[in-house]
């Protein structure tokens, strides 16, 4: 019943920009935490930031600078605004449902099926 659903992806230049949005339902979205995955082909799915439910944000290194979470409680939805797009950031992003703990390590739950960036040198 827990349904998260990914929309924004698409094929950018380098150095371009892109919003994903993620549109949650069947959850307490208020009292949930929130983030963002990738993965690229042949890799791993890596976390790429996360954000509680009073909009304290964590992003991982590689992605610092140029990546932004943020959520709209009132629209259940969670952005990630990407600017200056590289071709490594080229990947499908999952949205996640979750929890963070009192370390700040975010386990992720819930997942979306995923939105695909690609990024053109």
């Known amino acids: 019943q827990v349904q998260l659903v990914e929309s924004g992806g698409g094929l950018v230049q380098a150095g371009g920009s892109l919003r994903l949005s993620c549109v949650a339902s069947?959850?307490?979205?208020?009292?949930?935490?929130m983030a963002w995955y990738r993965q690229a082909p042949g890799k791993q799915r890596e976390f790429v930031a996360h954000?509680?439910?009073?909009?304290?944000?964590n992003s991982a290194d590689s992605v610092k600078g140029r990546f932004t979470i943020s959520r709209d409680n009132a629209k259940n939805t969670v952005y990630l605004q990407i600017n200056s797009l590289k071709p490594e950031d080229t990947a499908v992003y999952y949205c996640n449902a979750g929890t963070i703990l009192k370390s700040g390590l975010y386990i992720p739950v819930n997942w979306g099926q995923g939105t695909q960036v690609t990024v053109s040198s």
């Open positions: 069947g959850i307490a979205f208020k009292s949930t935490a």
């Open positions: 954000i509680s439910n009073d909009g304290r944000t």
